[in-house]
């Protein structure tokens, strides 16, 4: 990645973002059997833990920053488009396709109970081949396995057209672009919540309406590329997040934990999501400080960043497979004793299985497509000015 103005040569903490991303998300999951748990303690965790969904705006702010600083950077080069769109194709598209594959394809082949469950019509897979599963939701055991891939296709529709925006217009006006879409994303959410409460749920999967991470990210990306850098961001990144943390408060007093059904959260509170996420990029892109850089730089989350993507697609499948087999939350409870130990030790168990899996799929499939990779560069010397280099794992 290019990058401007104030912005350090190497962003390590950004595979750490990664890592807590995908860690917060898989968390949420797992740890969904003891919901009905009567544990205090237990029932503490989960509360904060209900938190950890948002992992996925964590992912949208950092897609939004990554591919608006790539395409910024690569504007007047040769092949702009067939670059980018080559690139993300091979870094995405692979493993979201042999998921699929498995999901929709393999049970087409077999006979057991499970199998028939798995078997839907073309008409209904075809949203999930065509990247529109976020909006056509199905239901039953599908459903489950496929629950988790909305946000890959709110990604991959901003890729498709993001390209166009940000070659066509000046960077001041991408950056008034980001302002506009941030403002009518939630402008939209809220009379689709109050106004229209049947379907308000379907709010938290449409791309229109989801923006906000993304190009929160994408505005980030554009500052640095002025004159002014990140530095105006930076001034205002506490104050915007204490605000954020308001909201976000508000919400747990309301509920009682994170919830999503919460009709504040489903309107100002992704917003506030969005800007608490910005506020940190922005912290982490412009030296942390130690603790939070010790952190976000540390091996553990830097493996999981790097891996994140495997990790997202696999360990929802892997928690139903898993809990067909027996590998259950109150199975654990029931040998343990204790519902939080028990808690601990079935979401280890799924982590460690998750990352497993992940380690398979990257190095047996994965990488291969990656690699190609090397064919799809950007040809600097076609470009119109020469950005400062930065970069960052993608």
Not at 125 to 132: I, K, M, S, T
Not at 138 to 146: A, C, E, M, N
Not at 261 to 268: H, K
Not at 313 to 332: D, E, K, M
């Amino acid at each position: 990645m290019t990058g401007g103005t104030g912005v350090p040569s190497r962003i390590a903490s950004l595979d750490g973002l990664r890592g807590c991303a995908v860690v917060m998300v898989m968390l949420y999951h797992f740890t969904a059997p003891f919901s009905d748990t009567a544990d205090f303690a237990t029932r503490g965790a989960l509360r904060l833990l209900s938190f950890g969904w948002t992992g996925v705006d964590v992912f949208f702010v950092l897609s939004g920053f990554l591919i608006t600083g790539i395409l910024t950077d690569a504007k007047g080069a040769k092949g702009y488009f067939r670059t980018f769109y080559m690139r993300r194709a091979l870094r995405i598209v692979p493993l979201y396709y042999a998921a699929l594959a498995a999901i929709f394809v393999v049970p087409q082949f077999l006979s057991s109970p499970v199998a028939q469950r798995l078997k839907i019509p073309f008409s209904d897979q075809a949203w999930f081949w065509l990247y529109l599963q976020n909006f056509h939701r199905l239901r039953g055991l599908s459903g489950q396995f496929t629950g988790h891939l909305w946000s890959l296709a709110i990604e991959e529709q901003f890729y498709l057209v993001w390209p166009i925006a940000i070659l066509l217009l000046s960077r001041r006006r991408a950056f008034q672009l980001c302002g506009g879409l941030a403002v009518l994303a939630l402008a939209m959410r809220i009379p689709w919540l109050f106004v229209m409460p049947g379907p308000g749920r379907s709010v938290f999967w449409a791309t229109p309406t989801r923006l906000d991470g993304l190009v929160v990210g994408a505005a980030i990306a554009l500052m640095p590329r002025g004159t002014r850098g990140l530095q105006p961001a930076r001034r205002i990144a506490i104050p915007v997040a204490l605000v954020a943390l308001a909201v976000i408060g508000f919400v747990y007093a309301d509920s009682g934990y994170f919830a999503i059904a919460n009709p504040i959260l489903r309107s100002f509170g992704l917003t506030a999501i969005a800007m608490l996420y910005g506020s940190l990029l922005v912290v982490a892109v412009l030296r942390p400080p130690r603790l939070i850089s010790a952190v976000l730089e540390s091996k553990p989350l830097a493996f999981f960043g790097q891996y994140s993507y495997g990790m997202y697609v696999i360990h929802v499948p892997l928690l139903i497979v898993l809990g067909s087999s027996g590998v259950t939350g109150a199975r654990f409870e029931s040998f343990i004793g204790n519902s939080l130990l028990a808690l601990i030790a079935y979401t280890t168990t799924l982590l460690a299985a998750t990352v497993v899996s992940a380690l398979l799929t990257w190095h047996l499939f994965e990488k291969r497509f990656l690699s190609l990779k090397r064919h799809f560069i950007v040809d600097s010397t076609s470009r119109k000015e020469q950005a400062v280099q930065i970069p960052v794992a993608q």
